[in-house]
């Protein structure tokens, strides 16, 4: 639990917490084992069967969440994005510099609109850094809890 709130509170790339990914998948392999070998001595389906299936959603729910850090809007994207933006500035500031008598307003007003709309994409596109983030509290509750049982 611990390793896993380390990986995404510090809002680093999943690329300088391999380490912590390699411990976890290593004590999930140990769980997997040790399911195993419970089967093994214990042919009862209720119990047994139960553990298997949460040890499952465990190992599911971390592939989810290593998926959710890995996959990006790549930079290659977000630079498009904000050449198009300069480009159509630049045309829309063009041909309403052509017309003296148009106020210049609604140009400055659409070119913020489309940065706020490309700064919002990049926001949401890294939930553990930025203005909106995914809060990891539910988890760090659940560490609490389980460290409060040890």
């Not at 630079?79 to 063009?94: D, H, Q, W």
């Not at 990049?122 to 040890?150: E, K, V, W």
């Amino acid at each position: 639990m611990q390793i896993r709130l380390e990986i995404v509170k510090s809002g680093t790339s999943l690329a300088d917490h391999t380490p912590a990914v390699v411990r976890s998948n290593a004590l999930q392999e140990a769980l997997w084992q040790q399911a195993k070998a419970m089967t093994a001595i214990d042919r009862e389906p209720v119990p047994t069967g139960l553990f298997i299936q949460s040890l499952n959603e465990m190992i599911d729910d971390q592939g989810k969440r290593l998926s959710a850090l890995r996959n990006r809007i790549p930079n290659s994207v977000l630079i498009t994005l904000f050449g198009i933006v300069a480009v159509a500035g630049a045309f829309a500031s063009y041909g309403n510099a052509r017309d003296v008598e148009r106020t210049r307003l609604p140009i400055y007003v659409m070119v913020l609109l489309v940065s706020a709309v490309i700064f919002l994409i990049m926001d949401l596109d890294r939930p553990s850094a930025g203005f909106i983030t995914n809060s990891q509290q539910p988890m760090i509750d659940l560490a609490a809890s389980i460290a409060s049982f040890s």
